[in-house]
């Protein structure tokens, strides 16, 4: 099973800042990763897939790098509806993994 | 629009049985493969199983953690997906969201996400 190891566990920025979120994979997924965020009782949405493409209506200050073992997910200026939970997820013989997730919080 | 309104959620005795429904609209739902991930509570997301349409075979894969406990099915003519949980332990009590899967090439991702039902297992 590949395992999905995220960091930092929580990240503490102001509004207006750049983040940057790492998604470290055990072995090559290829460019087979996605990023979802999840806010306080809602369900997960659908940011980046094939690790560098947005979704639809995700705005543009949100972008996905990567490939093989090394992703980023980065927020080129922080808006206050961005503070929430991030986590990325592959898929590799048919078994999805999610990491752990980055907890991304108001400095 | 698409929408995924997950029922059949509640409390259940350990050991007992319990079967989830997915109800999906605003897309073709016979021609997507589905997911169930869960979320227990204060904890991360873990993939649950998977059920390919049925122009790829209607197969499914599951979790080593539910593998032969649970069920996933499909009932295109109703568009409802189906998770049969028995055997059910502590442990399961989550948050279960159904999800609409994308798979090109060999990527897949979850596209969309019901809000999901609270599954607590207790005695």
């Known amino acids: 099973e590949i395992v999905l190891t995220q960091s930092p566990a929580t990240l503490s920025l102001s509004p207006g800042e750049r983040a940057t979120l790492s998604c470290r994979a055990s072995?090559?997924?290829?460019?087979?990763l996605a990023w979802y965020q999840q806010k306080p009782g809602q369900a997960p949405r659908l940011l980046i897939y094939?690790?560098?493409n947005r979704a639809t209506g995700i705005p543009a200050r949100f972008s996905g790098s990567g490939s093989g073992t090394d992703f980023t997910l980065t927020i080129s200026s922080l808006e206050p509806e961005d503070f929430a939970v991030y986590y990325c997820?592959?898929?590799?013989?048919?078994?999805?993994?999610f990491g752990q997730g980055t907890k991304l919080e108001i400095k | 629009e698409v929408q995924l309104v997950e029922s059949g959620g509640g409390l259940v005795q350990p050991g007992r049985s319990l079967r989830l429904s997915c109800t999906a609209s605003?897309?073709?739902?016979?021609?997507?493969?589905m997911s169930w991930v869960r979320q227990a509570p204060g904890k991360g997301l873990e993939w649950v199983c998977f059920?390919?349409?049925?122009?790829?075979?209607?197969?499914?894969e599951y979790a080593a953690s539910v593998k032969g406990s649970f069920t996933i099915s499909r009932d295109d003519s109703k568009s409802i997906a189906y998770l049969q949980m028995n055997s059910l332990k502590t442990e399961d009590t989550a948050v279960y969201y159904c999800?609409?899967?994308?798979?090109?090439?060999?990527?897949?991702?979850?596209?969309?996400w019901g809000q999901g039902t609270l599954v607590t297992v207790s005695s």
């Open positions: 059920i390919r349409s049925k122009a790829y075979g209607g197969t499914t």
């Open positions: 072995q090559s997924v290829s460019s087979n």
């Open positions: 997820q592959q898929r590799s013989n048919w078994l999805y993994t």
């Open positions: 094939d690790a560098s």
């Open positions: 999800t609409r899967d994308y798979c090109r090439g060999g990527n897949c991702h979850h596209a969309y």
């Open positions: 605003g897309f073709t739902f016979g021609d997507y493969a």
